[in-house]
Nanobody, 124 residues
Framework: QVRLVESGGGLVQAGASLRIFCAASGRTFSGHYIGWFRQAPGKDREFVAAIPWSGGATYYAESMKGRFTISRDNAKNTVDLQMNSLKPEDTAVYYC?????????????????WGQGTQVTVSS
């Protein structure tokens, strides 16, 4: 059974940093991409960043470049998202997902497996 479990969310002040984690289990994700998405209340789920499960090239939404960093931790078997200089508009539930990539890399429809999400709240 495939499991993606997010952790590390919380409440921080504007300007702070936060690192969230996605732990994957239940199958091999070789050849898959792990993506981070976020969804704020009343808004559509939006792409944040993605990385191949084996590591390597990284992909970001334009508005996240320079502030967010996605990485693969082989020792812990996680995909991490480091978020710096957080803003109140970054407040959302952050989800990790696994998919095959390709032209739908930036779309939720390109991902087959989803975690339950972790709440990130940035206060002003």
């Amino acid at each position: 059974q495939v499991r993606l479990v997010e952790s590390g969310g919380g409440l921080v002040q504007a300007g702070a940093s936060l690192r969230i984690f996605c732990a994957a289990s239940g199958r091999t994700f070789s050849g898959h991409y792990i993506g981070w998405f976020r969804q704020a209340p009343g808004k559509d789920r939006e792409f944040v960043a993605a990385i191949p499960w084996s590591g390597g090239a990284t992909y970001y939404a334009e508005s996240m470049k320079g502030r967010f960093t996605i990485s693969r931790d082989n020792a812990k078997n996680t995909v991490d998202l480091q978020m710096n200089s957080l803003k109140p508009e970054d407040t959302a539930v952050y989800y990790c997902a696994a998919g095959s990539g390709g032209w739908r890399l930036y779309q939720p429809s390109g991902y087959n497996y989803w975690g339950q999400g972790t709440q990130v709240t940035v206060s002003s």
